[in-house]
């Protein structure tokens, strides 16, 4: 199980970004989809996850739906246009925020001995 | 396969238990839960092996965070509305205690609270069109708005015995008249379909803040009313809280049948049967607010839909959901069923004797008020059983009615 604190820093990214790939998803889906990409890895909560279900919608990133399945009321979330174009920009900054970290966690070769000697 | 109704049940109850309120957010729960439970019992464990085990990885009062955190959001939105309400409700309270102590300006006040009631309704209704932009019924919702925004006008202009008052409740008992059945015909044609509708998502997000608000006024119509228990002077002032606290209960009532319909796939004969019966107790329930129907078919209207009500309730715990928790609200509600014809009998001079002043006698007052609030506070849990409870208290508290 990762760290819940990175998890908290990128669930809005996540959402999106798994939303940009399907039509609709629902809140359990999500949660599943999540699970499976990272092998068990990474488990949203329902505390995390409904949270910024609900952030997103009001901030008209997402649109709902609800739908009746096997006798109970299903909600679907899906990407407005708005969605999309934030979807994109954060998975980008994402990447970008990631390839830096590769460079701050990588064996710095300025600091290695035989390189400063020469 | 889906899970067997009595699973289901019993998730619910669960989620109820931890205290989420938010319908909105209790159906996703419910539907995320229920597809945990699904899954590992995919994996060969018993309903009860599975429920124990999800409830084992969720933290203590986490559904509780997770609904202040969501209600924290949409309340940024609604906040407006929220405190334009309780403004409103402030100047009610004050019109009455102005009122009641023979203080110079309470026609002012209760215009103030009219202006400010009106000025919510709008500003609510503009709010939820905001928020939603890509739900369906604005239309629906402005034509809620107006005319509820009438009949509060209405119901002012009475009380200040100011002209104009009878075409004002006139028209919205009219509209109100077509414009709630209409819906109602909606949501049952609509069904699922209809769940996207923005009053749907607006009786979602303020069925708790309706409730509570028909509560606290029929507690400040009890202080008005029975203030000379405690103070040793008192007076009826307190009947227009009962007043409105019966409108905002008996026309809410009516539209918790149109979010039924839109949890349920298909269609049975019981559907129709609530759609005719509960369209009619609500012409009934509205037309006296029309001050136009003659002394005895008015009060055949008002206590006729307290009658059909109690049935619907009685038939819902009794023959519909029919488990062990049903029992005791199906027997009481059955025995609610009588109750709005003693009244309507006394009202008509049917009886004679201690019986004829039942409904003035204030041990027989305040005894079935503790009974009510008892039966209120045991079973709040099952929704239809709980809003007769409140409508029935507020009316019950209405001994002149």
């Not at chain 1, 959402?15 to 599943?32: A, P, R, T």
């Not at chain 2, 203080?103 to 202006?115: H, S």
């Not at chain 2, 044609?189 to 309706?210: C, S, Y």
Request: aromatic share 12%; charged share 15%; net charge neutral.
């Amino acid at each position: 199980m990762q760290s819940k604190e990175y998890i908290k820093g990128t669930i809005k990214t996540i959402v999106l970004k798994l939303l940009s790939e399907k039509d609709k998803m629902y809140g359990y889906e999500i949660s599943q989809r999540v699970k499976a990409l990272t092998s068990g890895e990474i488990e949203l909560t329902y505390g995390a996850l409904y949270p910024i279900l609900y952030k997103l919608e009001h901030e008209g990133l997402l649109v709902t739906t609800s739908e009746i399945v096997d006798g109970r009321v299903r909600k679907y979330y899906a990407l407005t246009t708005s969605g999309n174009e934030t979807a994109n920009e954060k998975v980008a900054e994402l990447q970008r925020f990631l390839e830096l970290m590769k460079q701050v966690l990588a064996p710095n070769a300025s600091t290695n001995f035989s390189t400063a000697w020469a | 396969m889906g899970l067997a109704r009595e699973h289901v049940a019993k998730i619910s109850l669960e989620l109820q238990e931890q205290g989420v309120t938010f319908k909105s957010l209790e159906s996703e729960l419910l539907d995320h839960l229920i597809c945990d439970v699904e899954g590992l019992m995919g994996q060969g464990q018993t309903f009860e092996q599975a429920l124990a085990h999800i409830k084992q990885d969720i933290p203590k009062n986490h559904f509780k965070i997770i609904q202040n955190e969501t209600m924290e959001l949409i309340n940024q939105k609604m906040k407006p509305v929220r405190i334009a309400g309780i403004f409103s409700l402030g100047l009610l309270i004050l019109a009455t205690l102005f009122k009641s102590l023979h203080l110079p300006g309470t026609g002012q006040l209760l215009l103030g609270f009219l202006l400010s009631a009106c000025v919510t309704l709008m500003i609510g209704s503009n709010r939820t069109i905001y928020a939603y932009p890509n739900h369906s019924g604005k239309l629906a919702v402005i034509g809620v708005t107006t005319a509820l925004v009438t009949l509060i006008a209405g119901v002012c202009f009475k009380i200040l015995h100011l002209p104009g008052a009878n075409p004002l409740l006139m028209s919205s008992v009219v509209g109100l008249g077509i414009l709630f059945p209409l819906l109602a015909i909606y949501f049952y044609a609509k069904g699922p379909g209809g769940r996207n509708h923005m009053l749907i998502n607006l009786l979602d997000e303020f069925q708790v803040t309706i409730e509570r608000t028909a509560l606290v006024l029929v507690c400040f119509g009890l202080v008005f009313n029975y203030s000379d228990l405690l103070f040793g002077y008192g007076n009826g002032i307190g009947v227009f809280f009962f007043i409105f606290s019966v409108l905002i209960t008996g026309i809410y009532v009516y539209t918790v049948s149109w979010k039924y319909y839109t949890e349920h796939e298909e269609k049975s004969t019981s559907d129709l049967l609530l759609l005719i019966s509960s369209s009619i107790a609500f012409i009934m329930f509205i037309l006296p607010a029309g001050q136009i129907l003659p002394f005895g078919i008015r009060h055949v209207s008002a206590y006729g839909n307290a009658v059909i009500f109690s049935l619907i309730v009685f038939a819902k715990y009794a023959i519909v959901d029919r488990t062990s928790g049903s029992l005791v609200p199906a027997a009481f509600s059955g025995f609610l069923l009588f109750y709005p014809l003693l009244r309507l009998g006394i009202k008509l001079q049917w009886f004679e004797g201690w019986l004829a002043d039942l409904t003035t006698n204030r041990v027989f007052i305040l005894g079935f008020l503790a009974l009510l609030l008892v039966m209120l506070w045991a079973y709040r849990k099952h929704t239809l059983f709980r809003l007769l409870i409140i409508l029935t208290i507020a009316s019950h508290m209405i001994p002149t009615l």
